[in-house]
């Protein structure tokens, strides 16, 4: 249905407060106060519409000023109280609004605050106590009009003070909470930040150079080489690409994930191994089983999981190298990335490698249940995944 959500001013804080008064006052003049009794005067009608006034005036303004809203409604509470247990006529105690401010005091402030405000609320307690065994009480009942009494308003009271203090104290947890939250996040932004810088001073600016050296060199050159270079420079460009979206994504305030990447699936394999083979590599792709369709997040961990086994074939093994990449789809699709070592491995690859490469991977395909072993293979390499499909 259409329009469930309230209007936005019935949300205000100040209306709040102010529909909170009116029903705190109401209730204190007409439960709690002798306007309707037949015993009243008309001064004693009046007196307490009088003081119903600054009842809500204290009320309305309790959340602004808790500790001075209290004492208001504790000086109406207890003097009311004395003065309704000296006059035959009059009846008025607003004593709904004086827990409402210690509500807010208990709520709001710290323990020793609190404390005092319920010690102080003794004094109301005790004189209504008062005014129901003297004046309400038959003889003969007074043991049991006193005990009802006195356990009815130290449970009101104390029930109001203890609810108080816990929702004060849920209140302050949960601001710690967003403090710390926020803290995190802006430490995040920073560390992004940091990031962002280090691969735009470091990383774009090395590769950029590298383009602009395989393009001199490709300008340069015919044949063999020529192609070697266009294809170093189309190499770098794409890279340069994938930096710059990622330099974006880092720089971006919101905690956005790899959705906001390029995606890359299965699809894009033939071109991947393609690629792979400009670079001396003899990659065979196999497949068993039927194919199903796969979630966007999965897709992308395969592609990423080949691409990363490929790239490490290409940097440690060499050109020269075969290599298969074989998916078997079952319950569960299995991918599987070997290679024989029988490449020709270039003095110093290693230094290519960061590392990181296979633990990020194993983070990858934990995150969906999966498991990512790597372990020598004869005289070569074997990379597997198992990623579940239900």
């Known amino acids: 249905m259409s329009g469930t959500a309230s209007p936005s001013w019935l949300r205000s804080p100040w209306i709040q407060d102010l529909a909170l008064a009116c029903v705190a006052t109401l209730a204190d003049v007409l439960f709690w106060g002798g306007l309707l009794s037949p015993l009243a005067t008309g001064?004693?009608?009046?007196?307490?519409?009088?003081?119903?006034v600054p009842e809500f005036g204290a009320l309305l303004l309790r959340q602004r000023h808790p500790v001075p809203a209290f004492l208001v409604l504790w000086a109406l509470a207890t003097g009311t109280a004395a003065l309704t247990l000296h006059q035959e006529t009059f009846y008025f105690t607003p004593y709904l609004g004086f827990l409402i401010a210690l509500f807010t005091v208990a709520e709001r402030r710290r323990l020793t605050v609190a404390a005092g405000a319920l010690l102080l609320s003794l004094a109301p307690m005790a004189l209504k106590v008062r005014y129901v065994l003297t004046d309400q009480s038959a003889p003969g009942f007074e043991l049991a009009v006193l005990v009802s009494t006195l356990v009815f308003y130290l449970w009101l009271t104390s029930a109001a003070w203890a609810v108080a203090r816990w929702t004060g104290a849920n209140r302050a947890a949960a601001e710690r909470d967003r403090e710390q939250l926020e803290q995190a996040r802006r430490a995040v932004v920073q560390e992004?930040?940091?990031?962002?810088?280090?691969?735009?001073?470091?990383?774009?600016?090395?590769?950029?150079?590298?383009?602009?050296?395989?393009?001199?060199?490709?300008?340069?050159?015919?044949?063999?080489?020529?192609?070697?270079?266009?294809?170093?420079?189309?190499?770098?460009?794409?890279?340069?690409?994938?930096?710059?979206?990622?330099l974006r994504l880092l720089r971006s305030t919101g905690l956005v994930g790899e959705e906001s990447l390029d995606r890359h699936g299965l699809a894009d394999l033939d071109r991947l191994l393609a690629e792979a083979r400009r670079t001396g590599l003899e990659v065979e792709l196999r497949t068993d089983g039927t194919p199903v369709p796969l979630a966007e997040s999965v897709d992308m961990t395969v592609y990423r999981l080949v691409q990363e086994a490929v790239t490490n074939i290409a940097k440690h093994a060499g050109p020269g190298t075969r290599a298969t990449v074989r998916l078997r789809w079952t319950d569960a699709l299995r991918v599987e990335v070997t290679d024989d070592g029988a490449g020709r491995t270039p003095a110093a690859r290693h230094a290519l490698s960061t590392g990181h490469g296979l633990l990020g991977l194993a983070e990858r395909i934990a995150v969906f249940g999966g498991e990512l072993t790597a372990a020598p293979y004869h005289s070569g390499f074997r990379i597997t995944a198992t990623l579940p499909l239900g």
């Open 43 to 52: 001064g004693d009608r009046l007196l307490v519409l009088l003081l119903a």
């Open 192 to 246: 992004r930040t940091m990031i962002a810088r280090e691969l735009h001073d470091v990383v774009a600016n090395a590769v950029a150079v590298m383009v602009m050296r395989a393009e001199a060199g490709r300008a340069t050159s015919d044949g063999p080489s020529a192609e070697a270079f266009g294809h170093i420079e189309d190499v770098g460009r794409s890279a340069v690409a994938e930096l710059r979206r990622m």
